[in-house]
């Protein structure tokens, strides 16, 4: 981990003490921040002009089933559950 010294009680910022930390430190965070629950739910959006086209093409298809659910037939809404049941 980084190297504080230090010889009382300090409050490290948290993007100090990331700032400091190098690749392996870093990915040893995150694997912590798994282990905790910490990142099990989280969604980080990814910026429209950062994401690949299939990415895009994939939320507006989400969006668009989201947008007619109450036009959807029980059939087709069994048939979505029944896919995202296999994953």
């Not at 912590?32 to 086209?53: F, T």
Request: hydrophobic share 35%; net charge negative.
């Amino acid at each position: 981990m980084p190297y504080f010294e230090t010889y009382a009680e300090v409050q490290v910022e948290v993007d100090e003490f990331l700032s400091s930390c190098n690749e392996r430190e870093i990915k040893e965070v995150i694997d912590k921040l798994k282990e905790g629950g910490h990142l099990s739910n989280i969604n980080v959006p990814i910026p429209e002009n950062e994401q690949l086209i299939s990415d895009r093409n994939w939320n507006q298809t989400c969006q668009k089933l989201s947008e007619i659910r109450l036009q959807m037939s029980m059939e087709d809404i069994e048939v979505i559950e029944n896919i995202l049941k296999k994953y």
